[in-house]
């Protein structure tokens, strides 16, 4: 790459920070949807004929501008988990725009760029501990003309599209510049780079099906100062509450009579099992409404008396064949880590006391989670479990009538983080062909139609129960279909191209070598 096509390191830095935040307001809360390609393409500029050194540092600063602006509502944790946490992810960045710095040197570089993206969000969505795949390009994408490819290949092929589109711009905008390039090139160019996102268009999204009336129950959580076990006895009795309203309007014929009835995660942080008056409330609001109930609780673990599990229940009406009361449970099977457990807790817990503010580790599930509430098969993941790929596909190969997500975001009302998982949501509908129920504490349930549309949605902090209509749908999309595939076999593209530039670059600095190699012995 020639020097002059090189930005300088100070004019670099200021372009970095600019990008960063840039990518940052494609996200929600901002939903500025349009920059993400644009941050891709200034990006991909940013990293053009740096060195090594260079496209790290220049890389490292993007990532800590991006995801310190994304990631702000840890900073109810902490600085020090917001920082931290940024800087891991940042890292990812750094080492991708290495990757892009060396494949603009091969023909069609605009793909192979795209390729980095995706190599760079599958590997910080598996490390460390399980990893974290906040803030890939895809999940700014809900509601868009890009969103419907996330049937055909999920998250991983709509972060391609949105990363070519960007490169696609970048290398239209380097053509018209260069007064040397043809006229055709152009316009080729620029056919593609609006073509990607049209693309979406063309993607059927089917949305027909058989409907059933569903309830979702947000209790709402209190924000006043009671102590811990009067905080979970209040959040519990909220939503004894709203479901015993639901069952009185119900009656008077003033709403449906639901099929199934879902309550967040963290509905009870009491122990049902262990706890009788806890489980009496439970019971006396799902005899009132009459149907099983969803119930999202925190549970001993009977196999590890030091640990606590996450789940959902599946809660009968004493009316029910065999009694009422609780039955088959999912165990969340991923839990965050520093929020529901903690990685070497004898040594960080020295260090670090505020973690010991969670005093029981959460243990993980073993199986997907797939419940009979209602007579309607439901494929249920908990809270952040919705931004991993393999959860959700793990939980759709049961071709579930649902998807639902229960969750708890309290602890980050008003700070944008319900509404990254919102978008998370309203595209995993898209990519199993599958409406989505999401029921939180305080903010935002949903029911999003298979196509991704926000069919009813509460506000935060605040009572809300919907009871109306829901699409139920199985069977397969092109996404659920080829799994994980996509993302594999484009990240491996993107490393096989770095590494093709740079045995490139290595001949062309030292040909005499190749040729030494090439004389007989």
């Given amino acids: 790459m020639p020097q002059s096509q090189r930005i300088g390191l100070r004019a670099g830095l200021v372009a970095s920070v600019v990008t960063g935040?840039?990518?940052?307001?494609?996200?929600?809360?901002?939903?500025?949807?349009p920059l993400a390609?644009?941050?891709?393409?200034?990006?991909t500029r940013v990293a053009r004929g740096q060195t090594v050194r260079r496209a790290l540092l220049l890389g490292m600063v993007t990532g800590l501008a991006f995801f310190g602006l994304l990631l702000r509502w840890l900073t109810v944790i902490g600085p020090d988990a917001w920082i931290l946490l940024s800087a891991l992810e940042a890292a990812f960045v750094a080492v991708m725009f290495v990757g892009v710095a060396h494949v603009q040197r091969l023909r069609l570089w605009p793909l192979w760029t795209a390729c980095l993206w995706v190599a760079a969000e599958l590997a910080r969505s598996y490390?460390?501990?399980?990893?974290?795949?906040?803030?890939?390009?895809?999940?700014?994408?809900?509601?868009?003309?890009?969103?419907?490819?996330a049937a055909l290949g999920g998250m991983p092929v709509l972060t391609f599209a949105v990363a070519l589109s960007g490169a696609l711009l970048l290398a239209l905008l380097t053509a018209v510049l260069d007064r040397g390039g043809a006229g055709a090139a152009r316009l080729l160019l620029a056919g593609a780079a609006v073509a990607v996102p049209l693309a979406g268009y063309a993607v059927p999204v089917?949305?027909?099906?058989?409907?059933?009336?569903?309830?979702?129950?947000?209790?709402?959580?209190?924000?006043?100062?009671?102590?811990?076990?009067?905080?979970?006895?209040?959040?519990?009795?909220?939503?004894?509450?709203?479901?015993?309203?639901?069952?009185?309007?119900?009656?008077?014929?003033?709403?449906?009579?639901?099929?199934?009835v879902l309550w967040p995660e963290n509905s009870t942080d009491i122990d049902p099992y262990a706890d009788p008056t806890a489980a009496a409330a439970i019971q006396g609001a799902v005899d009132a409404i009459g149907v099983p109930t969803l119930v999202g609780a925190?549970?001993?673990?009977?196999?590890?008396?030091?640990?606590?599990?996450?789940?959902?229940?599946?809660?009968?009406?004493?009316?029910?064949?065999?009694?009422?009361?609780?039955?088959?449970?999912?165990?969340?099977?991923?839990?965050?880590?520093?929020?529901?457990?903690?990685?070497?807790?004898?040594?960080?817990?020295r260090y670090i006391t505020r973690l010991r503010r969670i005093p029981e580790d959460f243990a993980p599930g073993e199986k997907p989670g797939l419940l009979d509430v209602g007579g309607v098969r439901?494929?249920?993941?908990?809270?952040?479990?919705?931004?991993?790929?393999?959860?959700?596909?793990?939980?759709?190969?049961?071709?579930p009538q649902l998807l639902v997500v229960q969750t708890n975001n309290a602890t980050y009302g008003h700070s944008g983080q319900p509404d990254q998982q919102l978008a998370m949501s309203?595209?995993?509908?898209?990519?199993?062909?599958?409406?989505?129920?999401?029921?939180?504490?305080?903010?935002?349930?949903?029911?999003?139609?298979?196509?991704?549309?926000?069919?009813?949605?509460s506000a935060e902090f605040e009572r809300w129960v919907y009871d109306g209509p829901v699409t139920l749908r199985t069977g397969e999309t092109l996404a659920t279909r080829v799994g994980a595939w996509p993302e594999w076999v484009l990240g491996i593209l993107g490393v096989g191209a770095v590494a093709l530039a740079n045995t490139r670059r290595r001949r062309e600095r030292n040909p005499s070598s190749d040729a030494s190699t090439l004389q007989p012995a």
């Fill in 21 to 33: 935040l840039t990518l940052g307001l494609a996200f929600p809360p901002y939903g500025i949807w």
């Fill in 37 to 43: 390609p644009l941050a891709v393409a200034a990006s």
């Fill in 127 to 149: 490390v460390p501990f399980g990893g974290f795949p906040w803030g890939r390009l895809a999940f700014s994408q809900a509601g868009t003309p890009f969103a419907p490819l």
């Fill in 206 to 260: 089917p949305t027909g099906g058989r409907q059933v009336t569903a309830a979702i129950v947000q209790g709402n959580v209190p924000r006043t100062g009671l102590d811990a076990f009067g905080q979970r006895a209040a959040v519990l009795d909220n939503h004894v509450e709203a479901t015993r309203t639901l069952a009185r309007e119900v009656a008077a014929g003033q709403q449906p009579q639901p099929q199934l």
């Fill in 298 to 349: 925190v549970v001993a673990n009977p196999a590890d008396p030091h640990t606590v599990l996450n789940v959902g229940i599946v809660w009968a009406p004493s009316t029910a064949p065999g009694g009422g009361g609780p039955g088959d449970r999912y165990e969340k099977r991923h839990p965050v880590p520093f929020g529901e457990y903690i990685p070497f807790r004898s040594v960080l817990t």
């Fill in 378 to 399: 439901i494929g249920d993941v908990i809270c952040f479990e919705v931004a991993y790929d393999g959860i959700v596909r793990d939980v759709t190969a049961g071709d």
């Fill in 426 to 457: 309203r595209l995993r509908a898209i990519e199993t062909g599958r409406t989505v129920l999401v029921a939180a504490t305080s903010g935002f349930s949903a029911v999003i139609a298979p196509d991704g549309r926000l069919v009813a949605s």
